[in-house]
């Protein structure tokens, strides 16, 4: 297999090409398969992006109609009958029965995109500026997204400061579980503290960048119930674990949770198309 073009002239941040030093050529449902003809189950699935496979046979013939019909597949934020049937569709299916009014906003095609336009709307809704985040959690890569994200290694990588974030370890690191909310709660009380009331709490109900930590229900509901107290914005960002990945739409899904954003992304394209929307509750959205 020839991969000397990508040594010789892609850049070297390439990562999971140097852990995987093979070329594939094809793929169809949860294989890749190599030039040389070899072929490999596909446990990565784009981390998270694949959640019906590679070239899902029903997916692919509508979207080669799509193509072949000239369907508009990119026209910034104009109407169009493309958008007109996914808003209606999600609408319908995914909203309605759950009995949610949130307001669908599109932005840019990535997961971090995602994350940054909620921190924006966040901090803009409440006039504040610090967000929680939590220990272990990933949020994306670019800067307002790596300042919530946890890992080092990728902070480093910033090359400036990344501020106006507070870290909680979360229900499963040292010192987590509801008493370090409380003990966060009783700070943001005591007006000597040091600490003002933050915008927003951001959190994955399922971590899986830093290892599956499945929060359970009751310390979201405390996390959530923290927020409502000091009037900050819940944002659940569900974008690696939502999307039909824990087996309903949402991660949360059961648990009683009314986030006033949800950030969503890779599974939502589907087919590997890039596409992120944000669901922000009509009052939050409103302040756009």
Known sequence: MDMSPFEQWESEIRGYCRAYPTVFSHASGSRQVSEDGTSYIDFFAGAGVLNFGHNNPRMKKAMIAFLEGDGIAHSLDTYTTTKRDFVTRFHDVILAPRGMDHKMQFMGPTGANAVEASLKLARLATGRQEVVAFSH?????????LAVTANDAFRKWAGVPLDHVLRLPNEFAPGGGTASLDAYREALV????GLR????????????????????KEWLHAVQQLARDVGALFIIDDIQAGCGRTGSYFSFDGMGLDPDIITL????????????????????????
């Open 197 to 216: 009331p933050p915008a927003a709490f951001i959190v994955e109900t399922v971590q899986a960048e830093g290892g599956v930590w499945v929060h359970s």
């Open 137 to 145: 959690g990933f949020h994306g890569m670019t800067l307002g997204a």
């Open 190 to 193: 005591d007006a000597s503290s």
């Open 265 to 288: 992304a890779k599974g939502l394209g589907g087919y590997g198309t890039p596409i992120a929307m944000n669901l922000n509750k009509p009052e939050v959205d409103a302040h756009w």
